[in-house]
């Protein structure tokens, strides 16, 4: 979840509670508010009937008092049961409004002039209820516009403080460790996010350190290994020119020989692996695809003849790419060659050239690795010990370099590569 | 023909050495810089292998004293470093060709020969042997006269074995030699031996002598009789 989306929450959450908890308080204590004074009205009212009895008449009279209608009754009665004021509700019906409404009634026993009367003065509770409810009414529309500032503010606040953080992570987001140039933060009017920049600097200066450190022995052990190996391959060579050895030694040679070569074609493939890691083809240029594609396809001419392999091409257009040259051309030989060396034989190969698309698409036996091990380093197939198994590898890499985006498919025995050229 | 060979691994400069000075060249090696420089001062030579990284300085170097003191020959590269840049560097100071470490004898062998033709006698050169004549330059092949029907690829090896011939070249040579890098040399055996017995049968057929030998567990030799 996100930070704003939680601080929002957070805060709706204790608003609604206060504003809700505060509502009900403040509408029954209003209300309370609201009876007792009704009440303390009637006793008034009582007292008022009680020193003036001759201005109301006997059988009940109908009365607006401040906008409220009051009725007044008083009745003779036999004996006085009670002598105290006596309150309760009930409803009357309403001369004007002309239906039943609510009202408070206050009903007295009293010796009124020698005669025993029952005086009973009602009031309307309409208004007092209007009032409650225009109350509430008010409060929620006020809780409501406190909640949208809340959000309002929220929202504010939050892009104002939280905003050089998030400049942050979009530099650590953009963070290569190839990159030569250093990275730079925004400066913050909070502490701590300075802090946390700071750390970030110092960070990324022992990361550059290490991997500066780490570039280095990779390149000289690279190349320290080609001398020793050369000697190795120089000195089998001129023992293969003896005469004199036998099957056993010859075969020894060999392994030596194909071993030396091995290590020294994965030297080889590391060392272009890791070069595309630190950057060192930035140099870029006009590549035409379809030449390029020609060219290898040439250069296994008499491959694709021996394995009696038809191969179609189907150029739809020219195309072509900015890029370096030499990583292009590494690239569609990797795919040209296992296009033909894992083909069936007289099966065949099938080169598409779309607009921004190369679709390469071969006959040959299922995988017999997983789909998602393909582009992985040292994945190689198990009836094929000796290959490296850094070919797609290479490709994936090239293709991740430029952002060109490599989809592998198969249908029907068919093995299908498509690069998107971005 | 005189070679001086600049590299500071003596193993590697005593076997290349070994296999330039059986092939009729006289060889002498500098191991440093400094004796480089010397012997360049002192004597003549035909072709010159430098190596670019030595203990006491730079093979690029060498190669521009070269270029000053008017050399006719040719000079060969030979280095561990296999960028574009450090190619274009290469070539560009002065160099004809540029090998990568680790290389097969048999392909420096066949590139000092490139070379000789190139440099020493301007293209011209054909190799002969007995009734068959290569062209190089041309990429022809002539029989008892007549022009041979080749594919690239099977020039490419005929004229690879005719360098190194009565040499036993391996099968991973031949591979490194007609494919080039980033070729798993694993797999290109089974197109070698099919190379092999196509440019066989094609020889044969026109009536030559059988000069490709099988070296059992090793790989061929071209053997001139």
């Known amino acids: ?422 | 023909m005189k070679i001086l060979i600049v590299e500071d691994e003596i193993e590697l400069s005593e076997s290349i050495v070994s296999y330039l000075k059986s092939e009729g060249y006289l060889c002498e090696h500098a191991l440093t810089y400094d004796s480089a420089i010397d012997k360049i001062s002192l004597y003549e030579y035909d072709i010159i292998l430098v190596d670019l990284n030595l203990p006491d300085g730079n093979g690029i170097q060498i190669i521009r004293k070269l270029k000053e003191s008017d050399f006719k020959g040719g000079i060969i590269i030979t280095s561990a470093r296999d960028t574009l840049d450090d190619r274009i560097l290469g070539l560009n100071s002065g160099a004809d060709d540029y090998l990568i470490k680790p290389f097969h004898l048999a392909e420096l062998n066949a590139r000092i020969k490139s070379l000789t033709r190139r440099v020493l006698f301007k293209g011209g050169n054909t190799i002969t042997l007995n009734e068959i004549i290569i062209k190089p330059d041309a990429h022809e092949v002539y029989i008892k006269g007549k022009l041979m029907d080749l594919t690239k690829k099977e020039f490419a090896l005929l004229l690879f074995l005719a360098t190194n011939k009565d040499r036993v070249l391996s099968k991973e040579s031949i591979a490194e030699h007609l494919w080039g890098d980033y070729i798993d040399s694993a797999d290109s055996f089974d197109f070698v031996y099919a190379h092999i017995k196509n440019l066989r049968k094609k020889l044969i057929e026109k009536g030559v002598g059988n000069y490709l030998q099988t070296v059992y567990g090793v790989g061929y030799k071209f053997v001139e009789k």
């Open chain 1, 1 to 422: 979840m996100k930070l704003l989306t939680k601080t929002t929450l957070f805060f709706l959450t204790i608003a609604l509670f206060v504003l809700f908890g505060g509502g009900i308080v403040f509408y029954f204590s209003f209300r309370y508010m609201m009876n007792h004074e009704v009440k303390r009205e009637l006793i008034t009212e009582m007292h008022e009937v009680i020193l003036h009895p001759s201005r109301y008449n006997i059988i009940g009279i109908d009365s607006i008092v401040f906008d409220l209608p009051v009725h007044y009754q008083i009745l003779p009665i036999k004996d006085i049961h009670n002598s105290k004021f006596v309150f309760s509700d009930t409803l009357l019906l309403d001369n004007i409004m002309g239906r039943y409404q609510a009202y408070r009634m206050l009903s007295y026993e009293t010796n009124l002039g020698g005669k025993f009367v029952r005086i009973t003065i009602s009031k309307s509770l309409l208004v007092s209820d209007e009032l409650v409810e225009y109350v509430a009414f008010v409060t929620l529309a006020l809780s409501l516009i406190l909640l949208l500032f809340i959000i309002g503010f929220n929202n504010y606040f939050f892009s104002r403080i939280w905003g050089n953080f998030f400049k942050t992570i979009d530099v650590i987001k953009d963070y290569s460790i190839s990159d030569t140039e250093g990275i730079t933060f925004t400066e913050s009017e909070i502490t701590e996010f300075n802090q946390l920049n700071q750390v970030f600097e110092k960070m990324h200066e022992r990361i550059k350190q290490d991997y500066q450190n780490l570039k280095e022995f990779i390149e000289n052990i690279s190349h320290e290994i080609q001398n020793p190996l050369a000697i190795i391959k120089s000195r089998v060579d001129l023992l293969q020119q003896n005469e004199n050895i036998d099957k056993l030694q010859a075969e020894l040679i060999q392994s030596i020989q194909g071993s030396a070569i091995r290590l020294s074609n994965l030297n080889k493939s590391l060392i272009l692996l890791s070069k595309i890691d630190n950057n060192q083809f930035s140099e870029r240029e006009e590549v035409d695809i379809v030449e390029n594609i020609n060219f290898h396809l040439d250069n296994f001419e008499d491959i694709i003849q021996s394995k009696n392999i038809s191969v179609h091409k189907n150029y739809k257009n020219p195309l072509v790419v900015w890029a370096d040259s030499n990583l292009v051309s590494v690239m569609l030989l990797n795919l040209l060659k296992n296009s033909i060396y894992h083909n069936l034989p007289s099966g065949t190969v099938e080169v598409i050239v779309e607009p921004k698309l190369l679709t390469i698409k071969n006959s040959g036996k299922k995988l017999d690795i997983s789909q998602e091990d393909l582009f992985k380093r040292f994945t190689k197939s198990s009836n094929r010990p000796d290959s490296l198994g850094l070919g797609l590898a290479i490709v994936k890499k090239i293709c991740d370099y430029y952002h060109f985006s490599i989809q592998y498919s198969c249908q029907d025995n068919f093995h299908i590569i498509t690069i998107i050229f971005i």
